[in-house]
């Protein structure tokens, strides 16, 4: 994906590539059954729960987690910057920001989980635990392409050293992280002190190193956390693999969001960033104050989400003798969906000069929710009432929206978005089908080559309730001051926005 010659190509949506890795294994048998038995067209209605009952609060917000745009989003992620490629090794000149953006990435991706966890009347996550075992079990419903099914983890499993290294050596590195977090320096190769006091670049080196890829200053001191720990949880039911026992869905970046104990120790890692963020210094009124410019006033359409259908291509999953034989045959996966109506805002902002300004929006709670027994009486849209939440705490649940530059007049300006505009979002990727049909016509180039890796539209807002749910929307200007290195770094729209636009965190 990073070569010349490649650029602009459009990859085919990730769920039609591997339609079973993003659907139940029990939908899967029913197509493989119509192929054995030549029926050419077969359309199935499938279900995120997997037609069983929901037993546990996590898969309230299955929907969520089981989304096939969503984990294809992740897939894709991983897909252009992965752990294990070096950027000077490859030539890759605009990687100055990629240890921020592993961290900011996941921050994200975590502050929508934890909306919708709040949307369903769920507490936020909280953090993994090496002395407890995990209590959220989980049935994956999924197959292999061999035909070998995910393993499910009950309740109460515990982490185990695997073959390759064990729990202590992973506890070893962590603690090397955090005393480079309290000390304010990282160890280079050569035992040097390299300083991450400075936020712009110790964020960048610090995410380097929490991540383990292969900027890392130190591979070989600071080891590939992340992945170790993640290894950790996909071998859960067979550490040693004496029973040949595959991998948990989190072993793979196609399947791993579906796993509520992705999230929890995710939090742990996100926890890092916070930890070295509150070591930092206050930000002073100046680093915040923009001279001469006001936000007057922001007003927002009414919000609403739905379920709709959405019509996948899985003809992939089934094995066919030549293309021309699948040629003849079409089977489709009808997927419910959230989704929400198009909206808009208005921003009034007042500037005495003319100006280049960057207006970011992030949407986030300001509410805390009284949740009540989760199989109970809440599924009938039953307020439970409110009170007014702690910012402070909850700010790290605001997910960004909108990031765009705007030219300020003298005076009143009324800036207007609508929500298909928004940066940090894409909408559905184009069809397995219509992008065969595009190369063979000789268009197979996009102008924006990110548009198919992006966190879905659709899954924006969180799931709302006939009662209404309260929510804040945060506007913040800010100068245009941008450097040539940031204002050239488009690397990084998979993992958060489609520009950087400026030189701010």
């Known amino acids: 994906?990073?070569?010349?010659?490649?650029?602009?190509?459009?990859?085919?949506?990730?769920?039609?590539?591997?339609?079973?890795?993003?659907?139940?294994a029990g939908d899967m048998n029913e197509f493989f059954s119509a192929k054995m038995q030549n029926v050419y067209n077969y359309v199935k209605m499938t279900n995120w729960t997997g037609g069983y009952e929901i037993s546990q609060p996590e898969q309230l917000v299955g929907y969520f987690t089981e989304d096939a745009g969503l984990n294809a989003y992740y897939a894709y992620?991983?897909?252009?910057?992965?752990?294990?490629?070096?950027?000077?090794k490859y030539g890759l000149t605009t990687c100055q920001m990629r240890g921020e953006a592993f961290y900011y990435f996941h921050q994200q991706l975590l502050a929508h989980y934890n909306l919708h966890r709040m949307a369903n009347y769920l507490p936020e996550q909280d953090d993994f635990d090496w002395e407890q075992p995990i209590e959220y079990a989980y049935n994956p419903d999924l197959m292999y392409h061999t035909g070998d099914y995910f393993p499910a983890r009950p309740a109460g499993q515990s982490?185990?050293?695997?073959?390759?290294?064990?729990?202590?050596?992973?506890?070893?590195i962590e603690y090397r992280i955090k005393e480079a977090i309290d000390s304010g320096f990282v160890l280079g190769k050569d035992g040097n002190k390299i300083p991450i006091t400075n936020y712009l670049k110790g964020i960048n080196l610090l995410g380097n190193i929490v991540e383990g890829n292969q900027d890392s200053v130190n591979n070989r001191y600071y080891g590939a956390y992340t992945t170790m720990l993640r290894n950790l949880f996909a071998l859960i039911m067979d550490p040693t693999m004496e029973h040949g026992v595959a991998p948990g869905v989190i072993g793979h970046y196609e399947t791993a969001l579906r796993d509520p104990a992705f999230y929890y120790y995710t939090q742990y890692i996100v926890d890092f960033f916070k930890q070295y963020k509150d070591n930092l210094p206050y930000y002073r009124s100046e680093d915040l104050y923009y001279s001469g410019v006001a936000v007057k006033d922001v007003a927002v359409d009414k919000l609403v989400t739905y379920f709709d259908l959405f019509d996948i291509d899985v003809t992939?999953?089934?094995?066919?003798?030549?293309?021309?034989?699948?040629?003849?045959?079409?089977?489709?996966?009808?997927?419910?969906?959230?989704?929400?109506?198009?909206?808009?805002?208005?921003?009034?902002?007042?500037?005495n000069k003319q100006t280049s300004a960057v207006v970011r929006v992030f949407l986030g709670p300001n509410t805390d929710y009284i949740f009540s027994n989760f199989y109970g009486d809440q599924a009938s849209d039953v307020y439970y009432g409110h009170h007014t939440a702690d910012l402070e705490r909850l700010r790290e649940y605001f997910v960004e929206l909108d990031r765009f530059p705007v030219q300020l007049k003298s005076g009143d300006n009324l800036i207007e978005r609508e929500s298909r505009?928004?940066?940090?979002?894409?909408?559905?990727?184009?069809?397995?089908?219509?992008?065969?049909?595009?190369?063979?016509?000789?268009?197979?180039?996009?102008?924006?080559?990110?548009?198919?890796?992006?966190?879905?539209?659709?899954?924006?807002?969180?799931?709302?309730?006939?009662?209404?749910?309260?929510?804040?929307?945060?506007?913040?200007?800010?100068?245009?001051e941008a450097s040539p290195e940031v204002h050239a770094n488009t690397l990084y729209s998979c993992n958060g926005l489609m520009t950087a636009l400026d030189n701010r965190p």
């Open 77 to 88: 992620a991983h897909l252009y910057m992965p752990f294990w490629m070096n950027c000077e």
């Open 159 to 172: 982490l185990s050293s695997i073959k390759s290294y064990t729990v202590e050596d992973i506890k070893a």
């Open 1 to 24: 994906v990073h070569r010349d010659d490649c650029t602009g190509v459009m990859l085919p949506p990730m769920y039609e590539v591997y339609p079973h890795l993003y659907f139940h």
């Open 316 to 351: 992939n999953a089934v094995d066919f003798a030549s293309l021309d034989e699948m040629e003849q045959y079409e089977y489709v996966a009808k997927a419910m969906r959230l989704n929400h109506q198009p909206f808009s805002y208005k921003v009034k902002v007042a500037s």
């Open 421 to 480: 505009q928004f940066t940090a979002t894409v909408g559905d990727s184009a069809s397995f089908k219509s992008l065969l049909k595009s190369a063979e016509s000789g268009h197979v180039y996009s102008s924006n080559v990110d548009y198919h890796c992006g966190f879905p539209d659709r899954l924006v807002l969180p799931i709302g309730h006939k009662a209404g749910v309260p929510y804040t929307l945060f506007v913040m200007v800010t100068p245009y």
